[in-house]
């Protein structure tokens, strides 16, 4: 069984940074992909970042302005998160993908989820 938890979320101004992180616990595979979503209040839950054998991908609308990186030693994902905008507030999950993937798993694919850390950026 795995457990993740995240943490680092908080409110900010826009153009403000944060870091989020998410620590798992149980077997992570350093091949499983691991994710970052986030879903805002009236709006499906999106991807933002993931990680998987191959490299990272980012939604569009973050390039440039969010990292994601990822220690396997620590079983610990990473988002670093600047130039923050107001349309970035959401919450955000971890996810666990728990088989090799090369591609970006949908959403349902994901087996493991966090509990979310709110993001919030005001104008």
């Known amino acids: 069984q795995v457990r993740l938890v995240e943490s680092g979320g908080g409110s900010v101004q826009a153009g403000g940074s944060l870091r989020l992180s998410c620590v798992a616990s149980?077997?992570?595979?350093?091949?499983?992909?691991m994710a970052w979503f986030r879903q805002a209040p009236g709006k499906e839950r999106e991807a933002v970042a993931d990680?998987?054998?191959?490299?990272?991908s980012y939604v569009d609308s973050v390039k440039g302005r969010f990292t994601l990186s990822r220690d396997n030693a620590k079983k610990t994902l990473y988002l670093e998160m600047n130039s923050l905008k107001p349309e970035d507030t959401a919450m955000y999950y971890c996810?666990?993908?728990?088989?090799?993937?090369?591609?970006?798993?949908?959403?349902?694919?994901?087996?493991?989820w966090g509990q979310g850390t709110q993001v919030t950026v005001s104008s």
């Open positions: 996810a666990v993908y728990p088989y090799t993937c090369t591609g970006s798993p949908p959403p349902k694919e994901y087996k493991y």
């Open positions: 149980g077997y992570i595979d350093p091949d499983y992909c």
């Open positions: 990680s998987r054998r191959g490299g990272i």
